[in-house]
């Protein structure tokens, strides 16, 4: 049972416009939020997290949103750039803290 | 700073081999993972360890197990290899004393089994 999803297997963004990447939970237990990037034939790295006191979290240009209500959580990308192209995971942790619930990612291409 | 390095990149194996995934971390983190990811899927945990001597299962460790015997590594073995353990490994550290912290991962093994 996936209990984070991302629903767009991929997206297509144009270079300078806004990348947002959409990720839904399950488990309401759930409270540390986290984006991932990854590369091929490299291991996913940290992006940007969101802890479930907070509705938003930014990071130069990325933006992570919260909504707990929806059990939504998006990731912005303002300016979007064609090194951002890459694979995007989400992943969740419950309140114990020491298991991360992964989607199956999202793989964004930026184009020049 | 080699982070968490993990060998070999690459294998493959026949089915009902064994063998052993090595993992290392360099950055004194208490915790380690190992995760698989199948073509498509997220990553699944298989096993995982708060420190040295201690290990618990994920939501997939059937046909592997696990050992801590000191905080910088965490070897996944594999005893009767199955087609269904093609996948791509992951090994994952952070250090959880007082909140959350992201993981940090290797580039992966990638295991094929025949």
């Known amino acids: 049972d996936q209990q984070v999803k991302q629903n767009s297997p991929s997206l297509s963004v144009q270079e300078g416009r806004i990348s947002i990447l959409n990720c839904d939970y399950t488990?309401?237990?759930?409270?540390?939020f986290l984006w991932y990037k990854k590369y091929p034939a490299e291991g996913p790295t940290f992006l940007i997290s969101?802890?479930?006191?907070?509705d938003k979290n930014e990071d130069g240009r990325f933006t992570v949103f919260l909504n707990k209500s929806a059990k939504h959580l998006s990731l912005h990308i303002v300016p979007s750039q064609p090194g951002d192209s890459a694979v995007y995971f989400c992943?969740?942790?419950?309140?114990?803290?020491?298991?991360?619930?992964f989607g199956t990612g999202t793989s964004l291409t930026v184009i020049p | 700073n080699a982070g968490v390095t993990q060998t070999p990149k690459f294998r493959i194996l026949k089915i009902g081999q064994s063998m052993t995934l090595q993992c290392t971390q360099d950055?004194?983190?208490?915790?380690m993972y190992w995760y698989r990811q199948d073509p498509g899927m997220g990553l699944k945990l298989i096993y995982y360890?708060?420190?040295?001597?201690?290990?618990d299962k994920g939501e997939v460790p059937n046909g592997y197990n696990v050992s801590r015997s000191t905080t910088e590594d965490f070897p996944l073995r594999l005893e009767l290899a199955a087609p269904s353990q093609t996948s791509v490994y992951f090994c994952?550290?952070?250090?959880?004393?007082?909140?959350?912290?992201?993981?940090?991962f290797g580039d992966g093994t990638r295991l094929s089994i025949l």
């Open positions: 992943a969740a942790s419950p309140n114990t803290g020491n298991q991360f619930y």
């Open positions: 488990n309401s237990m759930f409270d540390y």
């Open positions: 994952a550290s952070n250090n959880i004393e007082y909140s959350n912290q992201p993981q940090h």
């Open positions: 360890s708060v420190g040295a001597g201690i290990t």
């Open positions: 950055m004194n983190h208490n915790y």
């Open positions: 969101i802890s479930s006191i907070k």
